[in-house]
């Protein structure tokens, strides 16, 4: 039982390319999410998804795309790249059970745009 | 929309002093509360979590919280710390209509010297 996966940990982008965050987890659960953690900002939500075929904007969604095409993939996507982006980028997944469970998180993506 | 305010931004503590974190949110429904942990390096771990019943809930490493549900309030403490709490701490709400949008507070660094 792995719970959540994030590829890659480090990436460093040149400004304008674009690139896609991986997340997979194997737990079976409904809700999934992208957060960025910048320092004195805590967590803000990127996007989130309910379910496989549904997302929907969190907090901070532009420069972001994201799909849901099955329960275990939430990937995000950066279409151009800025430096503004710099950040750590956690996905988090739960069960729909009321939320009451928390979510459980990834390890974290660190990346650096140039 | 939900909202969470932590009001303590870096907080240092003498080992076997007492701790107390605050916690402010916003939102007119129905929430799930969590505090979540960051060691340095590690990505997120849930501390303790309240969706109903006794206001005061009690998590792991022998940290507490109570819910007030008048002042919006669900603030983090524990009697004695140690140095391994030396990490940030996050406050976090959703909304019980929709736990799939998990809001997070600035959060609190904690240095405990030893």
């Known amino acids: 039982n792995a719970g959540v996966t994030q590829t890659p940990k480090f990436q460093v982008l040149k400004t304008g390319q674009s690139m896609t965050l991986q997340c997979a987890q194997d737990?079976?659960?409904?809700?999934m999410s992208w957060y960025r953690q910048d320092p004195g900002m805590g967590l803000r939500l990127i996007h989130y998804?309910?379910?496989?075929?549904?997302?929907d904007q969190g907090e901070v969604p532009n420069g972001y795309n994201v799909s849901r095409s099955t329960t275990e993939d939430f990937p995000l996507r950066l279409l151009s790249a800025a430096p503004s982006q710099t950040s750590v980028y956690f996905c988090?997944?739960?069960?729909?059970?009321?939320?009451?469970?928390?979510?459980?998180f990834g390890s974290g993506t660190r990346l650096t745009v140039v | 929309a939900q909202s969470v305010s932590q009001h303590n931004h870096h907080v240092i503590l003498s080992e076997a002093a007492s701790l107390e974190l605050g916690c402010n949110y916003s939102?007119?429904?129905?929430?799930?509360l969590f505090w979540y942990v960051q060691y340095p390096g590690q990505h997120l771990q849930l501390l303790l979590k309240y969706f109903s019943g006794d206001p005061l809930v009690k998590g792991i490493k022998g940290f507490e919280a109570e819910f007030i549900k008048s002042k919006f309030s669900f603030n983090l403490r524990k009697p004695s710390v140690q140095w391994s709490d030396t990490a940030e701490y996050f406050c976090a709400v959703n909304a019980r209509s929709n736990t799939g949008k998990l809001i997070f507070g600035q959060g609190t660094t904690l240095q405990v010297k030893p």
């Open positions: 988090a997944s739960s069960y729909l059970d009321r939320g009451r469970d928390g979510y459980t």
């Open positions: 737990m079976n659960h409904e809700y």
């Open positions: 939102y007119g429904g129905t929430v799930n």
């Open positions: 998804s309910v379910g496989a075929g549904i997302t």
